[in-house]
């Protein structure tokens, strides 16, 4: 476990015209502090997604290959032990086909889709998917995703930590200050938006001593670990990874404070 605190900001004034931001900043004296908490664990679900079609001038023909191939990757999910409530099917998909030759459109007939999906808790059960399919163009592998199972539970858990290390963190700036903390006047996830000069993603980490400011932070992602693009007619084991994945969350706190 990775627990960091990052402290940014203390103003003992609030200027008027800063009244723009009245909404996020008290006007009373108060400090602004960031807790963030990380951990990193190793992933425990293994999601595979597929990819089945066929193109055939007669829909029924198009549809009973699809609905063979479905068949055979669905007795590959049940056999290799995946989750029951993660194997999904997608409803059928029927349009015409065209494309263009001689300048022309031309109708090429009726392509029938379907995805596939299911989540596997060993990477073995995963590779005895992959080694069970002969994927080509009208069924394809079109990724593996890894996720941690307790993931709600461990955000919850490093939210409660950023908290905590935040309202430590204020006690110690405010004590360095000579001044005291009055009460919480809020708390969030989400950074305000400074009258300060600084925006989310510019805090500096707390080891950072050469006075470069951080690019800001990318986009929330979602709980998805290595993923690998699969191609090709046969996956070979070895080139089966996977890495660990990041948890952080971060709470921004404003504290009023006082002499």
């Known amino acids: 476990m990775n627990v960091r605190c990052l402290l940014l900001v203390a103003t003992l004034l609030w200027s008027p015209h ?25 992933p425990d679900r ?9 193109t055939m001038p007669s829909p029924g023909d198009a549809r009973a290959k699809v609905e063979h191939n479905v068949a055979t990757v669905l007795a590959l999910f049940k056999a290799n032990s995946a989750l029951a409530d993660s194997i999904h099917a997608s409803t059928l998909s ?42 080509g163009p009208e069924l394809q592998i079109t990724g593996i995703r890894s996720g941690y ?20 963190s204020a006690e110690g700036l405010a004590s360095a200050y000579g001044t005291r903390l009055a009460g919480l006047y809020t708390i969030s ?39 690998v693009e699969v191609t090709g007619t046969r996956i070979a084991p070895e080139t089966l990874q996977t890495g660990t994945i990041t948890f952080t969350e971060n709470v921004y706190a404003i504290f009023l404070i006082s002499p």
């Not at 800063?18 to 951990?39: C, D, F, I, W, Y």
């Not at 015409?96 to 596997?120: D, I, N, S, Y």
């Not at 050469?210 to 998805?224: L, S, Y």
């Open 18 to 42: 800063l009244s723009a931001q009245v909404n996020t900043l008290p006007s009373q004296p108060h400090l602004l502090v960031k807790g963030q908490a990380e951990r990193t664990v190793m």
């Open 46 to 54: 293994f999601t595979l997604d597929f990819l089945v079609q066929s």
């Open 189 to 227: 996830d989400v950074a305000p938006s400074f009258a300060y000069g600084v925006q989310a993603g510019m805090w500096p980490a707390a080891d950072d001593d050469t006075g470069v400011t951080p690019p800001a932070p990318p986009a929330p992602a979602a709980d998805i670990g290595t993923t």
């Open 149 to 168: 199972a307790a993931a709600a539970g461990l955000r919850a858990e490093l939210k409660r930590e950023a908290a905590q290390q935040s309202r430590r």
């Open 94 to 135: 029927i349009s015409p086909e065209h494309a263009f030759e001689g300048g022309k459109q031309v109708f090429k007939g009726t392509k029938v889709v379907r995805r596939l999906r299911a989540t596997f808790v060993r990477l073995d059960d995963v590779r005895a998917v992959l080694s069970g399919v002969e994927s």
